[in-house]
C-alpha cells in the first residue's frame, strides 16, 4: 500500500476510535486521540508535500516549483516552506473537522472536500480568504453535497463560518450560480451581518448560522 493511501486510512480509523469515544463520554480518550489525529495530519501534509515535490521533478518543473504548484504564502511559524492557497484550504477544513469530534460528531471523509455525517449526510466544507473587503468567494462540487459549510478567514487571520443546512441548501440552492462543475457562494458582510448573495434574487442573511454547527449536532 501506498505511504498516503496508509496515511488516510490510519485518519479514518482514528475518526472512528474518536466517535466511539465520544459516544462513550470518555473525554481524556477524546483528547488524546484527538492530539495523535493532529500528529498524523501533520504526516498527511508531509507526504503530500513529497509527493508534490517527486512530480514536479519529474517533470522537469524543479526549477519553478511555486509555478506548478499555484500561487503560494509564507508560513507565519518561520518556516521557509510555502502554503498553497489548497493547503490553507486543507488545514482548516481538518480544524474543523477536529472541532467537530469534541462534540461527539465525527465527519467521514469521502473525496476532497465532501464529507459524510453520521447520519449520512454529505457534508461539503468549502473555504476561502477574504478577497474583496468583506468578500467571500467560495465554491463547492455540483450535486455532490447536501448540507455546506462555509469556512471564510478574515484578513486580519480570523476564521469564522456557516453551517447552511440542508433544509436551506434545498430553499436556495437552485439560486446559487454555477461554474465548471462548481456552485458558486458568494458571502458578503454588511456591518456586523453577513449575506450570502445569489443572482437575480439579491442577498439572504445567514447569521443564524454563523459560528455554530447547525444541522450537524
Not at 465520544?22 to 473525554?27: G, I, P, S, T, Y
Request: aromatic share 6%.
Amino acid at each position: 500500500m501506498e505511504p498516503a493511501s496508509r496515511l488516510l486510512e490510519r485518519q479514518e480509523a482514528l475518526l472512528r476510535d474518536i466517535e466511539s469515544a465520544a459516544r462513550q463520554r470518555d473525554v481524556s480518550a477524546v483528547l488524546a486521540l484527538l492530539k495523535k489525529l493532529e500528529m498524523l495530519a501533520s504526516l498527511v501534509r508531509q507526504q503530500e508535500e513529497i509527493d508534490r515535490r517527486l512530480a514536479a521533478m519529474e517533470g522537469d518543473l524543479l526549477a519553478s516549483p511555486v509555478t506548478a504548484a499555484g500561487p503560494a504564502e509564507v508560513q507565519t511559524d518561520g518556516s521557509e516552506r510555502a502554503i498553497t492557497p489548497k493547503e490553507r484550504g486543507r488545514r482548516q477544513r481538518d480544524s474543523f473537522v477536529r472541532a467537530l469530534a469534541t462534540k461527539g460528531i465525527t465527519l467521514q471523509r469521502v473525496k476532497g472536500a465532501i464529507l459524510r455525517s453520521p447520519r449520512g449526510i454529505r457534508v461539503g466544507v468549502a473555504y476561502a480568504r477574504e478577497g474583496q473587503q468583506d468578500k467571500w468567494f467560495l465554491g463547492l462540487p455540483e450535486d455532490q453535497f447536501q448540507h455546506a459549510v462555509l469556512l471564510c478567514e478574515e484578513r486580519s487571520g480570523r476564521m469564522t463560518h456557516f453551517s447552511l443546512p440542508e433544509e436551506f441548501v434545498r430553499e436556495h440552492g437552485e439560486s446559487l450560480s454555477r461554474k465548471d462543475g462548481q456552485v458558486k457562494f458568494n458571502v458578503l458582510r454588511r456591518g456586523e451581518e453577513f449575506f450570502l448573495h445569489l443572482p437575480r434574487r439579491g442577498s439572504v442573511s445567514i447569521d443564524a448560522f454563523h459560528d455554530n454547527f447547525s444541522g450537524l449536532i
